[in-house]
Structures are given as C-alpha cells and as structure tokens.
C-alpha cells in the first residue's frame, strides 16, 4: 500500500491566521502495560514551514526502528524547536490516562517553549482533545499551575500521516520512550520490554503470569493475574 507523505498545510494556514508558532503533538505508550506515557513536540515557525522535511518522514509506526533512529537528528534539525515530556505509571494509576496524557503534554510544551517561547496553536492527532483540560478538571492542581487559556488545539484524524509537524513529533516520542524502555529491560529483562516495549506481547503476559508486576507496570489496568 502506498502512503501519501505529510504536508505543512494545516501549520501553514495557521500561521497565515497569524500564529508565529505552530506545534505538532503526538502521543506514545497509551496502549502499553508497563512504563511512562510520552507525548512528542515539534514546533514549526515561518522559517522551517519553508524548508523540506527530512525524507521520509511519517507516522513513527510505519518506520523500522532504524528508520526512526536515522530520522530523529534530521527532524530536531528542520523544526523550530522540539520537547519531549513523559508521564510516570504512578500518575497513570492515580489521575488515569488522560489527565497522564495532559501532563505529559505540557511537560513537552514547556521542554519546547524554553527555547521558542509560547506556543498558541497546537495540531493533536486523532479527534479528542486531550490537551486541554475541561472545565471539571481545573481543581486540578497540576492542570491549574500549567493551564494556558490562550493556547487553541486543533485535532485532525491521522495527524500523524497527514502534518508534518506531527509526524514529527511522533518520531521524536517513539525514539524517546524506547530509548527509555531499552534501558528498563536491562533491570527487568524477563518482560521482553527491548521488543515489546511494555505492550501486551505474549512474551510479556507469560511473564507477568510467572513474576507479577513489577515498579513500572500500571496496576490500575487490567494485568494478567499471577499463577
């Protein structure tokens, strides 16, 4: 199957509206059993918005490991600026996904912001903010001491193979987190997290089964219970 390359259309639209700066948003690791949550940025100003991407680049799922290593200097090169932020299983049991998510997210924002300086425009993939608390949620005292209520989000459905910029930033969040999860299997190889990367491969529930959870599974999710 052919896959159609990304575009800059939507950043670039979005700066003819008048945002100096438009950021891409991508997640990684909702889905998994076991360790942080990371969500990538990739900021993109006038500047880069006229420069090709780094060839080829897409969404980070559909690129080999080797592939996402090669591309990963490339596109910290071709943005304005970039930031990684990553939410801990602890948070993920106490607060649950989303809130890990919005976490991960402005940690990721302001990582990008140090040196860019304040991001209005935001494109997140898929069709459900989660960057954006609701208004149920502003007790929070996390989400209140980070809450920007000038930051607008955009959601567009497979962000990540159709914006450069979040295509961008999901290769920047795989590379990162499994870079993390390599290093966590040399303290905990029985889970196979050097492949699987703490999803729910056969090789990692057979050990779960066998060990039970370890420091870095979530427990609040449904983990296989221990024979």
């Not at 069709?127 to 608390?133: A, E, R």
């Not at 914006?163 to 390599?182: E, F, I, Q």
Request: glycine share 10%; proline share 6%; hydrophobic share 45%.
């Amino acid at each position: 199957m052919t896959v159609q390359p990304p575009d800059v259309l939507v950043e670039d639209g979005w700066c003819a509206e008048g945002a100096p700066l438009v950021a891409g948003m991508d997640e990684v690791g909702r889905g998994a059993l076991a360790g942080v949550v990371t969500v990538g940025v990739a900021v993109l100003g006038p500047e880069a918005l006229q420069v090709p991407y780094p060839e080829g680049l897409t969404d980070s799922k559909l690129l080999s490991a080797a592939a996402r290593e090669r591309l990963e200097p490339l596109v910290q090169g071709w943005v304005t600026a970039w930031g990684v932020g990553h939410a801990t299983p602890e948070e993920i049991d106490e607060a649950g996904i989303i809130v890990a998510l919005r976490r991960a997210g402005e940690r990721a924002l302001a990582a990008a912001e140090a040196s860019c300086g304040p991001v209005r425009a935001v494109v997140l993939d898929g069709k459900h903010d989660w960057l954006t608390p609701p208004a149920g949620d502003l007790f929070d005292a996390f989400d209140a001491a980070t809450l920007d209520v000038s930051r607008e989000v955009r959601t567009v459905v497979k962000g990540d193979l159709r914006c450069a910029s979040v295509a961008a930033a999901s290769v920047l969040a795989k590379c990162a987190r499994d870079r993390l999860m390599a290093a966590a299997h040399e303290k905990f190889p029985r889970f196979g997290w050097d492949r699987n990367k703490g999803y729910g491969a056969k090789t990692h529930l057979d050990a779960l089964r066998e060990l039970g959870p370890c420091e870095l599974h979530r427990r609040s999710w449904s983990l296989p219970e221990r024979a």
